[in-house]
């Protein structure tokens, strides 16, 4: 059984912050890579920021400079340190969990994702 458990979304005015944590129950495997993913509505879920357990950290190009992604492998927790928020990041965020040696990802596990709205 896999489970993900996100927490920390919320509204936050223009320019603020705000940190997104996940913490992972995954008794079936080690985990591999850890990311954060974002969906607007009517849109595709994209990538924001994926940490492996190598210590690889990839960020899309819309957030670089703005947010970090911090991984514990040992307690399977993630964090997304978001700072100078803008109305553009306002999504749901998701966390995924990739086992190791299955890539980069992203994988079918998921979690039930927490919105994040910034307002001018």
């Known amino acids: 059984q896999v489970q993900l458990v996100e927490s920390g979304g919320g509204f936050v005015q223009a320019g603020g912050s705000l940190r997104l944590s996940c913490e992972a129950s995954?008794?079936?495997?080690?985990?591999?890579?850890m990311a954060w993913y974002r969906q607007v509505q009517g849109k595709q879920r994209e990538l924001v920021a994926r940490i492996s357990r190598g210590g690889g950290i990839n960020y899309s190009d819309f957030v670089k400079g703005r947010f970090t992604i911090s991984g514990d492998f040992a307690k399977t927790t993630v964090s997304l340190d978001m700072s100078n928020l803008e109305s553009e990041d306002t999504a749901v965020y998701y966390c995924?969990?990739?086992?190791?040696?299955?890539?980069?990802?992203?994988?079918?596990?998921w979690g039930q994702g927490t919105q994040v709205t910034v307002f001018s």
């Open positions: 995924n969990v990739v086992p190791a040696g299955a890539g980069w990802g992203p994988s079918n596990y």
């Open positions: 995954t008794s079936r495997f080690n985990i591999g890579v």
